[in-house]
T-cell receptor, first 112, second 112 residues
């Protein structure tokens, strides 16, 4: 299995500001994924981050709003830019390891 | 694109058996996952099916029929702690990279 940590675990931010979420994995992985889970809903894939290349964004998500870094095989960041209350959600980092997908504990973001 | 359907809610009795169904449509099927998610927590991996048939893992079993676009998760000897949301997720490799899409989840309530 893979052990994933995320920082911060939660934050309350003002609209118009930005927050960067960090994801650290205990082993080297090729692909890392960022998901969003809004209250009472399932997970929505934001983007796939491969080391050494640009992230691939899903429909409805753009790089200017959710810039992603992937500097090495164990770390990634997701920034939520120019936040609005609609960005209030849980953001989850995920990795694939031996054909199984594992999730970090999530970052609970509230935008006021 | 992908379309994943599962029931929104189910109720079952402690000690009983429950089957949660999932149907999907995808162009580049490359595996199906089941996850358990307790309220306020990240999803945890339960099973992965890529070939047709039944995979048994303790009290939980998962079945896949690729020709029918159908899977189910079977939970035996239900316990109160099994009350959670169960997410069906499908991996699709048709876009040149592997992408996992989640269904909306089935909220299972186990009653005494």
């Amino acid at each position: 299995s893979a052990v994933i940590s995320q920082k911060p675990s939660r934050d309350i931010c003002q609209r118009g500001t930005s927050l960067t979420i960090q994801c650290q994995v205990d082993s080297q992985v090729t692909m890392m994924f960022w998901y969003r889970q809004q209250p009472g809903q399932s997970l929505t894939l934001i983007a796939t981050a491969n080391q050494g290349s640009e992230a691939t964004y899903e429909s409805g998500f753009v790089i200017d709003k959710f810039p992603i870094s992937r500097p090495n095989l164990t770390f990634s960041t997701l920034t939520v830019s120019n936040m609005s209350p609609e960005d209030s959600s849980i953001y989850l980092c995920s990795v694939e390891h031996s054909y199984e997908q594992y999730f970090g504990p999530g970052t609970r973001l509230t935008v006021t | 694109g992908q379309n994943i359907d599962q029931p929104t809610e189910m109720t079952a009795t402690e000690g009983a058996i429950v089957q949660i169904n999932c149907t999907y449509q995808t162009s580049g099927f490359n595996g199906l996952f089941w996850y358990q998610q307790h309220a306020g927590e990240a999803p945890t991996f339960l099973s992965y099916n890529v070939l047709d048939g039944l995979e048994e893992k303790g009290r939980f079993s998962s079945f896949l029929s690729r020709s029918k676009g159908y899977s189910y998760l079977l939970l035996k000897e239900l316990q109160m702690k099994d009350s959670a949301s169960y997410l069906c997720a499908v991996r699709d490799g048709s876009g040149g990279y592997q992408k996992v899409t989640f269904g909306t989840g089935t909220k299972l309530q186990v009653i005494p």
